[in-house]
């Protein structure tokens, strides 16, 4: 099989999903977030679902309305019922595809931090669910930054020509 076609039955069968994605890694914090992150968007990435995860991918959209007059049994109502039944094959397919997401996100978080899925689960709302996230574990505070300056002002050189001084003395 080529990954195009893995990627259709991906779609379809959950199984799949499994054999191609390892499960996620546990998200307990803001320490582990950029390494769950960048797993979580390189397993999307494989089986093609990170438009889907960072919510660029939309649901489909329905066919225009049958005009009014038109005969049911004319070739414009019959085309029109065709791509009424497309469209409902594909918004079945796409919820499927939300919810398998949106599961192995859930499946990702720490039972600490489960709760933070809450108000997404509803609507499967896997896109929505990673945004708050990224904006609450890759967030940086004023502590964080305050702390990395410390550390960089006060780090030490270790080379001949600088012997102690720190880069804050250089």
Known sequence: LHLESLHLFAVMDPKVIGSLVKPPPQLRGKDDYPTWSDTIRTDMTLIDLLDLLEGREESPVPPSP??????????????????????????????KKKAQLFAYLYKGLHPSIQYQAAKFKEEQDAAGLWKQLKEQYSART??????????????????ADHPAETVAEY
């Open 142 to 159: 004023v502590a964080d930054i305050v702390s990395l300056y410390r550390g960089v002002t006060t780090m030490r050189f270790r080379d």
């Open 66 to 95: 049958l005009e009014e007059g038109v005969r049911s049994n004319s070739q414009q109502a019959q085309r029109h019922a065709g791509e009424m039944r497309a469209y409902q094959e594909e918004v079945v397919k796409y919820r």
